[in-house]
């Protein structure tokens, strides 16, 4: 990791990121740890989760994170998590909806539950976590809400219509929510990412046509890391942006 701005507003807030045990989520969360916050993160993948916690364990000057399991499409449980986080390491600052799955399919192949799947797994369970953390900001007098959009719809990328109609959905909500949570100075905006070199996305996507296709598209000619994307969400978390709501920031390359 390679980033060298500190942000003392993190120092000690409480970061909830959901999607955190691999990809640009493991990153978000140890991103935040070397700013000192206290992360609590969710997943399914338990595995990872913890082979992530040992690592940053031995990260000089970082805060150890925490993990729950659990699975977003379960409201219930996502709620529950959310309430004992608030209970147990302090009330929650800054929500980061990472999590989503862009696993390809075929329009004409979808069925109802598939479509009602895509949607539960990338877009309802950020509407009911900002639901459930509001109480929490509440309490801390403001807070800041990050959703991760993507932007593979703006460039009409296919075969995968239940995660494009889900990123775009999750920008709307962002501009919807704004000037209700605003009165509360609570922030919300949307980061949206480029096509990230994940270690999933370097195994399933990204083959030698793909990459020339990048190279080609994006302006800024290196590859697009997930620290890059991290530095972004750390400073829309931060104090920094207290003025930046409703709005959209795009770390793509500058992607034509």
């Known amino acids: 990791m390679t980033l060298s701005n500190h942000y003392p507003s993190l120092k000690n807030k409480v970061v909830f990121i959901s999607g955190g045990a691999t990809g640009i989520g493991a990153n978000l969360v140890e991103a935040f740890c070397r700013q000192q916050a206290r992360v609590a993160f969710v997943d399914i993948q338990d595995d990872e989760a913890q082979k992530l916690i040992a690592t940053i364990e031995h990260i000089a000057g970082a805060s150890t994170p925490v993990y729950f399991h659990c699975d977003l499409v379960d409201i219930d449980r996502l709620r529950a998590v959310i309430d004992d986080v608030g209970a147990s390491i302090g009330p929650i600052g800054v929500l980061i909806n990472n999590a989503a799955s862009d ?16 949607i539960n797994i990338n877009l309802r369970h950020a509407f009911f976590a900002i639901q459930a953390v509001h ?20 460039e009409c990328q296919g075969n995968m219509t239940g995660y494009t109609t889900s990123k775009a959905g999750l920008e709307g909500m962002t501009r919807g929510l704004a000037r209700d949570l605003g009165t509360d100075r609570i922030r919300i905006n949307t980061l949206t990412p480029g096509w990230v070199m994940t270690e999933r996305q370097l195994r399933d996507w990204v083959d030698e046509n793909t990459a020339e296709e990048i190279h080609r598209s994006q302006c800024l000619k290196d590859r697009l890391m997930p620290e890059d994307i991290s530095a972004m969400a750390l400073f829309l978390a931060s104090d920094d942006s207290k003025m930046c709501s409703a709005q959209n920031f795009i770390v793509d390359g500058g992607w034509i």
Do not use: C, K, P
Not at 103 to 118: A, I, K, L, M, P
């Open 135 to 154: 109480a929490q900001m509440l309490l801390l007098g403001g807070g800041s809400i990050i959703n991760f959009g993507s932007m593979s719809w703006y």
């Open 103 to 118: 696993t390809r399919h075929d329009f004409r192949s979808v069925t109802e539950d598939y479509w009602n799947e895509r």
